[in-house]
């Protein structure tokens, strides 16, 4: 998305912001990798340009101490998304990312007029095995 998004910025389009969400709880590992598959992503594309270092957004506030351990605000986006919008999140990637959507749409940092798509990668087949967590609504 970071490399599609520079191109078609590069052709004129408007500029379009990524955020990503780190899950992992080894945000500076995820950086890297990130950041090298974007920046070979744009090579393979044809970006005339190198990627801009404000072109890589990664947050880590929400993934906790450790990678598939949910905490707290991962519970509570789960349990909100799906009752206002029906969409099932997992604990492990999704859940912890609208973690930090709704975080960022509540402290305005994503001013609420935005357009947001949210990448939502499947991970439902996790939920069966934190269940416990979810017996209570």
């Not at 959507?101 to 991970?123: K, M, N, Q, Y």
């Amino acid at each position: 998305m970071i490399a599609g998004f520079a191109a078609l910025e590069d052709a004129g389009g408007r500029p379009r912001r990524v955020i990503g969400i780190d899950a992992s709880a080894k945000i500076d590992e995820t950086r890297d990798q990130v950041t090298r598959i974007a920046r070979a992503t744009a090579d393979l594309i044809g970006v005339e340009r190198p990627l801009r270092d404000d072109e890589i957004t990664l947050l880590g506030e929400w993934a906790g101490d450790r990678y598939g351990i949910p905490v707290d605000s991962t519970i509570d986006a789960i349990r909100l998304t799906g009752r206002l919008e029906g969409v099932i999140l997992d604990t492990v990637y999704e859940g912890k990312s609208m973690a930090g959507l709704i975080d960022l749409v509540t402290s305005r940092e994503i001013p609420r007029d935005s357009t947001v798509l949210f990448a939502h990668l499947g991970g439902q087949p996790a939920l069966n095995a934190y269940s416990a967590l979810f017996t209570h609504g």
